[in-house]
């Protein structure tokens, strides 16, 4: 319970600094054991604008090969494929109160890559 604890006050502390806009939504991202979740969120109107997950249909009927930090680099390109077709360039990155290593950074370098701008 205690490292949940620590990354809602971490969570709570960045989320402080940080809030996206209708120009510069956030890109929030959340892992659980088994798979990676991320959004683009306009906190102005409170409205989710792109979504992906390593659970989206895209990849339904794909053979995903349990690389979890492979799946992470397929979800950070899907959402910057996504934010180009809703016609989001910038965004700003929420890592959630998680480290910014492995499956976090594995997205936000694919959406870097895919032509996402942090």
Same mark, same amino acid.
């Given at each position: 319970?205690?490292?949940?604890?620590?990354?809602?006050?971490? *969570?709570?502390?960045?989320?402080? *600094? +940080?809030?996206?806009?209708?120009?510069?939504?956030?890109?929030? =991202?959340?892992?659980?054991?088994?798979?990676?979740?991320?959004?683009?969120?306009?906190?102005?109107?409170? $409205?989710?604008?792109?979504?992906?997950?390593?659970?989206?249909?895209?990849? *339904? &009927?794909?053979?995903?090969? &349990?690389?979890?930090?492979?799946?992470?680099?397929? =979800?950070?390109?899907? +959402?910057?494929?996504?934010?180009?077709?809703?016609?989001?360039?910038?965004?700003?990155?929420? $890592?959630?109160?998680?480290?910014?290593?492995? $499956?976090?950074?594995? =997205?936000?370098?694919?959406?870097?890559?895919? &032509?996402?701008?942090?």
């Amino acid at each position: 319970m205690a490292k949940k604890d620590n990354r809602l006050f971490r *969570k709570a502390r960045i989320r402080k *600094k +940080i809030s996206g806009s209708t120009e510069r939504p956030r890109l929030t =991202v959340y892992k659980s054991l088994k798979h990676i979740y991320a959004q683009v969120v306009d906190d102005s109107t409170g $409205r989710t604008l792109a979504y992906a997950s390593s659970l989206s249909k895209e990849f *339904k &009927g794909k053979e995903l090969d &349990g690389d979890k930090k492979a799946d992470a680099r397929r =979800v950070g390109a899907l +959402i910057a494929e996504k934010c180009k077709a809703a016609n989001i360039n910038q965004v700003v990155f929420d $890592r959630n109160g998680f480290p910014y290593h492995g $499956r976090i950074a594995a =997205v936000a370098d694919a959406a870097r890559e895919a &032509g996402l701008q942090f």
